[in-house]
């Protein structure tokens, strides 16, 4: 069965500090990966994602994540976290074994709460 | 605001009431998703329209639930029936349909069943 794993539920981080939210994904075939953020009171925004190509990936806010197959994992990481990165983080996975017609039908991982302090 | 929206934001309800939420998507998008969370949970699929056709459903899904996108513009969710539950976040989205499928969320609409 296809399935994303978010090991950790929170993760605290010093602003200025590097920061990783770890991800890694069961999948048969080749895996089609993405990040989410979600602040309070609103709607899931798209960080970026993985289909092909370069295993570093660059997206939003200064986020990035690398793709390594070997470990099966797609960690999301910043150089520098500011206090307003400060969000609930989701690891997704497009739903290829039950569903074949769009991308966005997205297996999401429980999500990572990252605080950062000043 | 021209992204997607949601309403209600909130809905209070009486266990065996049926309930409707509806979802706008940005107006170009002619894919629209709807999911579902719980605290604690990532967001859960249930159904996928491509125009005004319904594609796809998750087989978790209890037949209690119906959507419809009559016009391909906007869509509603409708639970009867509603048991404690089906108390979660519904969460609406859009994408374009051109590849990549960056989904778009609403806020959500928040149902909690007494």
């Known amino acids: 069965a296809q399935s994303v794993a978010q090991p950790e539920d929170q993760v605290n981080v010093a602003e200025g500090n590097p920061l990783t939210v770890k991800c890694t994904y069961s999948?048969?075939?080749?895996?089609?990966l993405f990040w989410y953020v979600q602040y309070p009171n609103r709607g899931l925004q798209f960080l970026l994602k993985?289909?092909?190509?370069?295993?570093l990936v660059k997206g939003s806010y200064g986020f990035e994540a690398e793709f390594n197959k070997s470990q099966t994992s797609f960690h999301l990481k910043k150089p520098s976290a500011l206090v307003s990165d400060s969000a609930l983080y989701f690891c997704?996975?497009?739903?290829?074994?039950?569903?074949?017609?769009?991308?966005?039908?997205?297996?999401f991982g429980k999500g990572t709460k990252l605080s950062v302090k000043p | 605001d021209t992204g997607v929206s949601q309403d209600p934001r909130h809905k209070i309800t009486k266990r065996g009431q049926n309930v409707t939420f509806r979802c706008d998507p940005i107006?170009?998008?002619?894919?629209l998703y709807w999911y579902r969370q719980t605290l604690g949970q990532g967001p859960e699929f249930l159904t996928y329209?491509?125009?005004?056709?319904?594609?796809?459903k998750s087989r978790l899904l209890s037949d209690r639930f119906s959507a419809e996108r009559p016009k391909g513009s906007f869509s509603t969710l409708e639970i009867q029936r509603t048991e404690q539950g089906d108390s979660a976040m519904y969460l609406c989205?859009?994408?374009?349909?051109?590849?990549?499928?960056?989904?778009?969320f609403g806020s959500g609409t928040q149902l909690s069943v007494l």
């Open positions: 989205a859009s994408s374009p349909g051109t590849g990549g499928e960056k989904l778009f």
């Open positions: 999948v048969s075939g080749n895996p089609y």
């Open positions: 107006s170009e998008h002619n894919r």
């Open positions: 329209f491509q125009n005004e056709a319904q594609l796809e």
């Open positions: 997704a996975v497009r739903d290829l074994q039950n569903y074949g017609g769009s991308q966005g039908n997205l297996i």
């Open positions: 993985y289909i092909t190509g370069d295993n």
